[in-house]
């Protein structure tokens, strides 16, 4: 259990460094993904399956998404498909398939493990999580709501195009 | 009684933060300023649910959770933004955003 925790935060620091020092944003984005997988396994292996679930879910799914199609909307037209040809070359996908490799071991090793044996870590049931989030936690999941609400007139806001002068 | 060490979920949590706010501060894309920015959310949160998992309580995975919708507003706001910059001035450059100072 603990190997599998440390395999995956080196796996984490490494892609991290990566998306840090890429030229590149699509290439910094698949190391992105990368890091985030990895994280998502450490909270696995902290005993946290629910929370492991929605990173890879929110983070790797839907933000990433969000990342992928703001740069796709920016490179619009024919000089788009060479550039995605130059962006994404075979060789580029040898680093990330080699960590995802090492962390598909480690998801393997971490649930082969015998759940009872030592060092197990204590896992916080996801029914624990959603009794403090509706109990104590109530006011915050309120406000988080009307937070995600201004994003979202926000990002619509800021996202449309320019009106064309006095026509509408 | 957690098997690994808080200090090391700590240390790692802070590894990956300042991995951020190096990426942060070096680069000038601005797409990957708002990656840097994700990075250390999620070095927090990470430290978040290390202490839950430490202490065996729900509410560090609470605080990741609201952690979560703040990244997400913050990700929409901030790719909006940036779509915006670049219809006015064709460019991802955060150095060309200079207006103010002149």
Redesign the interface.
């Known amino acids: ?2 190997i599998a ?2 395999l995956a ?1 080196a796996v ?2 490494a892609a ?2 990566m ?2 020092t890429r030229r590149n ?1 699509v290439h ?2 698949l190391y ?1 993904i990368l ?2 997988l990895a ?1 998502a396994l ?2 696995f ?4 399956p ?2 492991a679930a ?2 890879v879910m ?2 790797a799914g ?2 990433m998404v ?2 992928v199609f ?2 796709m ?2 490179n619009l037209g024919p000089a788009g498909v060479a550039q995605e040809r130059a962006w994404l070359p075979p060789r580029m996908f040898v680093g990330p398939a080699i960590l995802a490799a090492i962390l598909l071991a480690d998801l393997l090793v971490l649930l082969a493990g015998n759940p009872a044996s030592a ?4 896992v ?1 049931a996801p029914k ?2 959603s ?3 509706y109990g104590p ?1 109530l006011l ?1 999941v309120e406000l ?2 009307l ?2 609400l ?3 007139v ?6 449309r ?2 009106p064309k002068k006095e026509n509408d | 009684m957690a098997a690994v060490p808080l200090e090391h979920v700590l240390l790692i949590a802070g590894a990956l933060f300042a991995l951020g706010l190096i990426g942060l501060l070096v680069r000038r894309n601005i797409i990957l300023m708002l990656v840097s920015v994700e990075i250390m959310l999620n070095a927090a949160g990470l430290a978040f649910v290390g202490a839950g998992a430490h202490w065996g309580q729900p509410d560090g995975q609470v605080m990741f959770l609201l952690i979560l919708a703040v990244a997400a507003a913050e990700v929409s706001v901030g790719l909006a933004l940036v779509l915006q910059v670049y219809r006015h001035f064709q460019s991802l450059d955060a150095e060309r955003l200079n207006n103010l100072k002149d």
């Not at chain 1, 926000?154 to 996202?159: I, P």
């Open positions: 259990m603990t925790f440390y935060s984490a620091i991290t460094i998306v840090i944003v910094a984005l992105l890091s985030l994280v450490m909270f292996a902290l005993g946290a629910f929370i929605l990173e929110v983070y839907a933000i969000l990342f703001v740069i909307m920016l060092g197990q870590p204590q916080v624990a999580v009794l403090a989030l936690y915050a988080a709501s937070l995600l201004a994003g979202l926000g990002a619509y806001h800021l996202g195009r320019e």
